[in-house]
């Protein structure tokens, strides 16, 4: 009977999927939808590649699972993946019933998967990751996610003992999951730019997690990340099995050291979150087997995905578009902070609204007072427009943060934000966007070039 369910399951799936793809849509997340509709152990009967990696964590795990693809995929391995649809369970069904035959035999023998976090109890007991790599754990949307702590629980009551875990050795939070399972670790050697007390609002790593004694950082790089030692019972972050160090900004490399060796690798951006994240990728290669110089070869063929972060030049401006997840406090911090750091004069347009804010449910905005709006209040950073449907709280926490209201404006119409900029030679016109409106964000994008373009005439 189960079989049965499972095959009409499968099939009907497919049929949706084609009949999507002729509508020229995505079909990414609905043909796993139904086929878990029709049959709830969908995911225990599909057939599963023999290699399985899951990337999983609050943030950097799309750059990692496309960076992995990417390089996989460039050695004429078949990968399949969930690069374009979901990571929760009906994005990952359809992964698998899209790289399987009729009788649901799967055709691959890897997959690159992207996992929700809190999806890890619906989909780890039946797709069993071979290596697990948790980038890192922070404070989410607090609706959806509640507290680290609790995601991290999530994660470890899912994971089977015999899956390999990769993890961030600079993060205190996820680096005591599942400390029975086998793991190595990954992380970044003291930084010139380090300090040892946090300057952010978010401090989720206060107390010992051996004995809740209090916790001393050697050096801390933002939050919680860094190194910390407790004088109670000699608790200390774990050491990096791949360590980063010599990290250069100016001419964009890195060395990662292993017991094997070690090997300079090109960075493909100098902001501190993707450098992480190419160290997750070089970290869970080397697990995969393959040698530093296959890893450089094929990180100098890929970048960062221009949905993420991108720059162009319109007129006598930059413009900068840079992704931050909505509702995600310490992803606006991290990209608050790298932007204000850019050198020369900015311009900013905040649109991190979840567009669907307006059509479905709204989350209280308590996360913009755990998010470093402080970062925003520079010099450098001329005029700020906030808009979308959340323009008026970003106005008031940016009062809070004390930019100078002479240098903010407010609109709620998206496309209007670009003519409330000045244009002025040299400088950069910075957009921040969520991950739910990218057809909007493109739009107001051809605005601001139009707009600069204009201004240079």
């Not at 307006?358 to 989350?363: F, I, L, N, V």
Request: charged content about 20%; overall charge neutral.
């Amino acid at each position: 009977m189960h079989k049965i369910r499972f095959i009409a399951a499968l099939w009907l799936a497919k049929c949706a999927r084609l009949a999507l793809k002729m509508l020229r849509r995505n079909a990414t997340y609905f043909p796993g939808y139904l086929a878990l509709k029709i049959c709830p152990d969908f995911l225990r009967y599909v057939g599963k590649p023999e290699k399985i990696i899951a990337v999983t964590g609050s943030n950097g795990k799309t750059t990692v699972s496309n960076l992995l693809n990417d390089i996989l995929t460039g050695r004429s391995q078949r990968v399949l993946n969930n690069q374009l649809g979901s990571n929760v369970p009906a994005g990952i069904a359809t992964s698998l019933l899209t790289g399987c035959s009729l009788t649901g035999k799967t055709r691959y023998s890897m997959a690159v998967l992207e996992v929700d976090e809190r999806s890890s109890k619906r989909i780890y007991p039946y797709v069993k990751p071979d290596y697990l790599i948790v980038t890192n754990l922070f404070r989410d949307s607090a609706m959806r996610n509640a507290h680290p702590q609790y995601i991290a629980g999530f994660i470890e009551t899912a994971v089977p003992p015999e899956t390999k875990l990769i993890l961030n050795a600079d993060d205190l939070i996820s680096a005591g999951i599942c400390p029975h399972n086998a793991r190595p670790y990954f992380g970044i050697d003291r930084m010139a730019t380090d300090v040892e007390a946090c300057i952010n609002l978010i401090n989720d790593v206060q107390l010992c997690p051996a004995c809740c004694g209090a916790l001393t950082y050697d050096y801390r790089r933002y939050h919680h990340i860094g190194k910390a030692h407790c004088q109670d019972c000699g608790f200390q972050s774990p050491q990096a099995d791949y360590r980063a160090s010599d990290v250069k900004t100016d001419n964009m490399t890195m060395t990662v050291s292993d017991e094997s060796g070690s090997m300079v690798y090109p960075l493909l951006s100098d902001s501190i979150f993707n450098i992480y994240n190419v160290l997750t990728v070089v970290a869970a290669l080397r697990e995969l087997g393959l040698s530093h110089e296959e890893i450089k070869t094929g990180l100098e063929k890929t970048k960062i995905v221009e949905t993420r972060f991108n720059a162009q030049k319109a007129g006598d401006v930059t413009v900068v578009m840079q992704m931050s997840k909505d509702k995600n406090a310490l992803a606006g911090s991290r990209a608050f902070d790298y932007i204000s750091g850019l050198p020369g004069k900015k311009e900013v347009i905040l649109m991190m609204n979840c567009i669907h804010d307006q059509q479905h449910w709204s989350e209280n905005v308590t996360w913009l007072y755990d998010c470093d709006f402080e970062f925003l209040n520079n010099e450098n950073i001329t005029r700020i427009v906030a808009t979308g449907p959340r323009a008026k709280d970003y106005y008031l926490r940016l009062v809070f943060a004390g930019v100078p209201e002479d240098r903010l404006r407010c609109t709620l119409r998206e496309l209007d934000a670009p003519a409330l900029l000045a244009y002025e030679n040299g400088e950069s016109v910075c957009l921040f966007y969520g991950t739910d409106a990218l057809d909007l964000v493109y739009k107001v994008q051809g605005k601001i070039k139009q707009c600069a373009e204009a201004a240079a005439l």
